[in-house]
């Protein structure tokens, strides 16, 4: 599930992106983007190996700095970089149904698109775990092995020198290239996915950090793969161009009609499997952070379980964030809040817990300084290109902070006045904060 949630996002949704940032470097950018992501899962793994359990990132995060603002808050951007991750696959999956018909510049036909598979998604989850494990497995074999078939045929034909290969490679602008890596590592971020599964995996203390790396080492070889293809077979003006749809643009040259459509079917599929596995991902993080009592939780009417629920929260916030925004500044804003919240993670570990767990201080501090350099380049990019999505990102991280230090004070007097109440003192009413 872990490796079908990468592959829906990275290939499909970003390589494009990628390639505009990086040039004909742009496949290297995804072996960096790999390095920083191993780096990354040392405290993952580490974590994962002492405590395995399904609160996956959340329980690290308390175990690091303990259920107050911080753990709290990084968790949420976990798992809104998630729900951002549906986002963008699903208007990933929109811009591959349309481009046969022409109509992948509709807007409107593009969100509902989107949105009806956000849907679709939720309904199968609705369904039951076993639902979305069995088609997550079957789904995630067909495009691993269709897009492994696309590249390998795409290479053969096109050769390896030709297209964007057959450009200068322009490596003065080292700060559009680190900025591209930041799209890289969130190609790479489903692998959290699996972290989030501590409790189902079987030998969690062994095969959670086994899992881990064999995942991130399918990616980054299929990535590559499809980097090469796309590569010898377009130049970096047409990728730029095709950008959303790049995979089935590079078909077309060098396979033809059919390839074209073989690649369209794949990504239709992919898309589909990486949202469902997404959202079943996202539903269980958020639940276990109800549980945790780390963020709010309103029942709005609906009956049944607190995770039936979160399923509903994750597609209405996942649908209205395909509507609102295009593939790129949603791409954006799930690279922003996933590498605050991945510092947040090896700072917490380094500085509480490495001892504990037996980390290293060298590894936890390198992963920090990593994520650091390319979230400095990212935003400086960003601020020439899209302030806005700068701005936005900043916003709504302070908010997640703000909201989530306003939520726990309040909790904090109502568990008081709970404890008062519980010994006799009635002295004091009931605060708002307990009616919540």
């Not at 700060?175 to 790479?188: D, E, K, P, T, Y």
């Not at 929260?313 to 996942?318: D, G």
């Not at 390198?366 to 400086?380: N, S």
């Amino acid at each position: 599930m872990g490796t079908g949630v990468m592959i829906g996002a990275g290939i499909f949704a970003l390589t494009g992106q990628i390639a505009e940032l990086a040039g004909p470097l742009f496949p290297l950018s995804f072996i960096v983007g790999a390095l920083v992501t191993s780096l990354a899962a040392y405290s993952y793994i580490k974590m994962s190996n002492a405590w395995p359990s399904s609160g996956g990132i959340a329980m690290i995060l308390q175990k690091a700095y303990g259920p107050g603002v911080v753990a709290a808050s990084a968790s949420l951007l976990m798992a809104l970089s998630m729900v951002i991750n549906e986002s963008l696959v699903a208007r990933t999956f929109a811009t591959y149904a349309l481009r046969p018909f022409g109509l992948e510049e509709n807007a409107f036909l593009l969100s509902a698109l989107a949105l009806a598979l956000i849907v679709f998604a939720y309904i199968v989850n609705k369904a039951g775990n076993r639902s979305v494990s069995g088609f997550s497995l079957i789904m995630s074999a067909i495009k691993i092995g269709g897009i492994a078939l696309f590249a390998v045929a795409a290479i053969a034909a096109s050769g390896f020198f030709s297209g964007a290969f057959a450009e200068p490679a322009n490596i003065t602008s080292g700060g559009a290239f680190l900025a591209s890596v930041a799209f890289s590592i969130l190609a790479f971020k489903g692998f959290t996915t699996i972290t989030n599964s501590g409790g189902e995996i079987v030998d969690p203390h062994r095969n959670v950090g086994r899992t881990i790396m064999i995942s991130i080492a399918i990616c980054v070889v299929t990535y590559l793969l499809v980097a090469f293809a796309v590569g010898s077979s377009l130049t970096i003006g047409q990728i730029v161009e095709a950008r959303d749809y790049s995979l089935a643009a590079a078909a077309r040259p060098a396979l033809g009609q059919l390839g074209f459509w073989f690649t369209i079917v794949i990504a239709i599929a992919a898309t589909t499997s990486g949202v469902i596995a997404s959202v079943f991902a996202v539903s269980r993080m958020l639940t276990m952070l109800t549980e945790m009592k780390m963020i709010p939780h309103r029942h709005f009417g609906m009956k049944g379980p607190i995770r039936g629920h979160l399923l509903v929260y994750t597609v209405v916030i996942a649908g209205t964030l395909a509507v609102l925004f295009d593939l790129s500044r949603i791409a954006s804003l799930g690279a922003f809040f996933y590498l605050v919240m991945d510092i947040l993670v090896h700072w917490g570990v380094y500085r509480h817990l490495r001892n504990e767990i037996g980390a290293k201080g060298s590894v936890l501090l390198a992963a920090i300084a990593a994520d650091g350099v390319i979230l400095a380049a990212f935003a400086g990019v960003k601020l020439d290109s899209d302030p806005a999505i700068v701005v936005i990102a900043a916003v709504l991280i302070a908010a997640v902070f703000a909201l989530e230090a306003l939520f726990l004070r309040r909790k904090r007097v109502a568990d008081g006045n709970d404890h008062r109440d519980a010994n006799g003192d009635e002295s004091q009413p009931p605060s708002n904060g307990a009616e919540n």
